[in-house]
């Protein structure tokens, strides 16, 4: 048997980078650390070499896994085709239940770890204006004043970072069956049987 075939796999920077989210989101910053991260993915220390110049670069490609996830997702749901302003509220609202399109979690720990960091803290702040600019964008075209649509906005995000760092306990079927008041307190307009019934036949059968 060959020392190629006896070798632990490398594993893909994927791997290597949702290891390293894990690791930030259960125990901040400083639990990123390279060995104990190879030892939760069961591959050696070496491995991590072949996809990461070092520490530092695995921390920047996990922020801007983050930007790209978190604020380019939003964006596009924000930008995403509705007819009416509950409906675009709603495809909105597909961030907060969708993991795939946004990790809440992760979005905690970077706002976290920015408090520390005065680099990440610029980036952050472009990502939270990209993400308000999006969202006023949505409202604007929906026939809100500037101003109404800045406030509105603001709303909608200061609440959505309250509820990822408050320890609320709720079930996804519960926050689910809130939304349409939601979109109805953050729009000040009822959304239809219809728009609600659409946006839970995506949700409901996940």
């Not at 930008?79 to 946004?102: G, K, P, R, S, V």
């Not at 980036?123 to 406030?151: P, T």
Request: glycine share 6%; hydrophobic share 40%; net charge negative.
């Amino acid at each position: 048997m060959t020392n190629k075939t006896l070798a632990k796999p490398r594993g893909s920077e994927t791997l290597w980078l949702e290891g390293a989210s894990d690791l930030l989101c259960g125990g901040g910053v400083e639990a990123v650390r390279v060995m104990p991260l190879a030892r939760n993915l069961g591959l050696s220390r070496t491995s991590f070499y072949w996809h990461f110049e070092d520490r530092d670069a695995l921390l920047d490609a996990l922020v801007a896994r983050w930007e790209e996830k978190n604020t380019g997702n939003l964006a596009q749901r924000a930008d995403a085709y509705a007819e009416t302003i509950c409906e675009a509220m709603f495809n909105l609202f597909d961030c907060w239940l969708d993991d795939d399109l946004f990790d809440s979690r992760l979005d905690l720990a970077i706002r976290n770890w920015a408090r520390t960091d005065p680099k990440l803290q610029v980036q952050l702040n472009a990502a939270d204006a990209a993400r308000k600019e999006a969202i006023e964008r949505m409202f604007v075209h929906h026939g809100y004043s500037e101003n109404e649509a800045k406030i509105r906005t603001m709303t909608v995000l200061y609440t959505q970072i309250g509820h990822l760092s408050m320890p609320v306990q709720e079930s996804r079927w519960q926050r689910l069956a809130q939304m349409p008041d939601f979109v109805e307190v953050f729009t000040g307009q009822r959304p239809s049987e219809s728009e609600v019934g659409r946006f839970m036949s995506r949700h409901l059968t996940e």
